[in-house]
């Protein structure tokens, strides 16, 4: 396992290489002048102002070539220096701390609810296939694939927070609060965006988990079994549920970078201090060195997945190997 992953991480350098020339590229051909945003603008004086954008530029490394520039912001980002948000005036680091562990906190709820939600319904969908149940299951999620994140968060929040009036519509806890008292409100703020990425989610996985069931379920070795008269719940759930797990995986791989980077609506929608959030605040702002520094999260999040989708596979099927 240890020599895979070794493998597998000098395998992904050259593409994170790759990328971050391409992202580095991208966000240099965007428009705008990030220095003249951080200029006094009380500065009157044109040669006092003409010294004051150079002192800036020169400051922020822009008065090298763009092959410096980028030389000088991998080694940076390599030592864990990520620069300086110019919208913010603060190191990028401080800047997104807070907001990535309110993201990852959000999404680590939602995908495990998704997760256990598909299991449950996907497995008792296929054994109960033509059913009711099934027939409920199978309108809600092409429903719920149908829907957009926007549509979704809006009647949420006509439903739950004005019509019920159980949740706030958006926002944070408030600042000075500790101890229990911040989880309740935490919660309380949290529960609708974790049913928007939820149901987003779900919506999907359960008709990969019903239909890889009913393709296993058909198995000739799952039809021995029954001769060999086990139980239904020993066929099903030890027989049954593991082998059909192998294409789910693919799907919590993807759910993983999808997650991250669907929650950026979800997020502005519900003023969700989160990593999205910030991300939009960004490019609006011209915050070239913040904008840089998500995008390759977003880019590493993307290639860790596919290597916890190996992984998985291995997991769920004995016949894989990690060689």
């Not at 040669?47 to 822009?62: D, F, N, P, S, T």
């Not at 005036?89 to 709820?109: E, H, S, W």
């Not at 059913?131 to 092409?142: E, N, V």
């Amino acid at each position: 396992m240890l020599k895979y992953l070794g493998k597998r991480i000098m395998s992904l350098i050259p593409v994170v290489i790759i990328i971050s020339i391409l992202l580095f590229s991208l966000v240099k051909m965007m428009p705008g002048d990030v220095v003249l945003g951080m200029i006094n603008p009380n500065i009157k004086d044109p040669v006092a102002y003409k010294q004051e954008y150079a002192r800036i530029e020169q400051q922020l490394g822009l008065d090298k070539s763009l092959p410096e520039q980028y030389v000088r912001w991998v080694k940076s980002t390599v030592s864990g220096d990520l620069g300086m948000s110019t919208s913010k005036n603060r190191p990028v680091k401080d800047v997104i701390g807070t907001p990535l562990k309110n993201t990852i906190f959000l999404n680590i709820i939602a995908m495990s609810l998704a997760f256990v939600i598909s299991v449950i319904v996907g497995i008792k969908s296929a054994v109960n296939r033509g059913g009711k149940f099934d027939k409920f299951w199978q309108i809600f999620s092409l429903v719920g694939m149908s829907m957009p994140t926007l549509l979704i968060s809006v009647l949420l929040i006509y439903v739950l927070s004005i019509k019920f009036k159980l949740f706030p519509t958006g926002g944070m806890p408030l600042p000075g609060t500790t101890g229990p008292a911040y989880l309740v409100e935490w919660f309380k703020f949290a529960t609708l965006p974790i049913l928007t990425l939820t149901i987003g989610s779900f919506a999907t996985t359960i008709r990969y988990v019903r239909n890889a069931m009913i393709e296993v379920l058909n198995s000739d070795y799952i039809r021995t079994a029954r001769a060999k008269g086990l139980s239904e719940k020993v066929v099903i759930y030890q027989h049954a549920f593991r082998n059909a797990l192998i294409p789910v995986v693919t799907i919590l791989a993807g759910m993983l970078a999808g997650l991250f980077g669907g929650a950026a609506i979800t997020e502005q929608i519900f003023s969700w201090n989160g990593i999205g959030n910030v991300l939009i605040q960004a490019v609006t702002a011209r915050d070239f060195m913040l904008i840089l520094s998500l995008n390759m999260f977003y880019a590493v999040i993307a290639l860790l997945s596919n290597v916890i989708m190996d992984i998985g596979y291995a997991a769920v099927d004995p016949r894989v190997k990690l060689d």
